[in-house]
């Protein structure tokens, strides 16, 4: 595939998350899949079973999940992708009950794509930003 069409990939992924879709593993991750940089969630696996599993947490943590995608650039079977995220956290989180409380947060994902599929992830997100949203943690300075 060409860089154009693995960033049109990430770009449908990022949709399709946001439109709750049920298919999305089957649809864009390749059966080997691993997430060099899985959330910390205690015994999470590191492949397809813990990105199923991070899918269903923040399915039941947020509703209304959001993606704009900052930015883009690819080389080779490379993407990577700034984005802003959020949602309404209305689930349980971590152990953080639903506060109803509309969060943001900034991330960067590297993905590697070989044959239209995800093979590869390696991502940063400011933790930190949501659960202070949250009011968990206090904020830095405060």
Known sequence: MSTEANKELVQR????????SPTLHHDYFDAGYVDHTPLPIPD??????????????????????WHTIE??????????????????????LLGVPATGRDVSM???????????????????????SMFVQLGTIPPPGG
Do not use: M
Not at 13 to 20: M, N, P, Q
Not at 109 to 121: E, H, L, N
């Open 13 to 20: 992924l990022f949709k399709d998350i946001d439109a709750l």
């Open 71 to 92: 930015g883009q650039v690819a080389e080779g079977d490379v993407v990577v992708t700034w984005l802003t995220a959020g949602g309404r956290h209305t689930g349980e």
């Open 44 to 65: 999470l696996p590191a492949g397809l079973d813990g990105a199923r599993q991070i899918y269903a947490i923040n399915q039941q943590a947020f509703s209304d999940p």
């Open 106 to 128: 900034h991330g960067v994902t590297i993905f590697r794509v070989v044959d239209g599929k995800i093979t590869s992830r390696w991502g940063v997100s400011d933790l930190l």
